[in-house]
């Protein structure tokens, strides 16, 4: 019962956003943020190619009673509408197991490196 009482004060879609003055300052922060990054540039689309589609998602981050801190509106792909072979041809994920990580720590500790 409680998800579903937290829940409604997420929007479902844009257009629920956008009645909201917090969710369209959250979506302008996440804005903000992509160009002042540089996450994400325009590029000319080859043709036979379909562009990857956009969505908002919307979380509302609570304090540990329970208020309302923090509307959070990030823009994603639609990376599951892709084609291996035809909208990429590989993909690279740069991730680190954390037993490599400490080893890697422990060993700069041991050798004293800086």
């Known amino acids: 019962m409680e998800h579903c009482l937290l829940s409604a004060e997420e929007p479902g879609d844009i257009v629920e956003a956008l009645d909201s003055a917090a969710w369209k300052q959250a979506m302008d922060a996440e804005m903000d ?3 002042e990054s540089g996450t994400w540039h325009l590029t ?14 919307y979380k509302v981050k609570r304090d540990p009673d329970g208020n309302i801190v923090k509307h959070k509106a990030r823009l994603v792909a639609k990376g599951y509408a892709q084609r291996e072979g035809v909208d990429f041809e590989e993909v690279f994920a740069p991730v680190a197991r954390m037993e490599t990580v400490r080893i890697f720590l422990a060993l700069a500790a041991h050798s004293g490196w800086e």
Do not use: E
């Open 33 to 35: 943020a992509i160009a």
């Open 44 to 57: 000319s689309l080859h043709r036979g190619h379909k562009p990857i589609g956009l969505k908002w998602v």
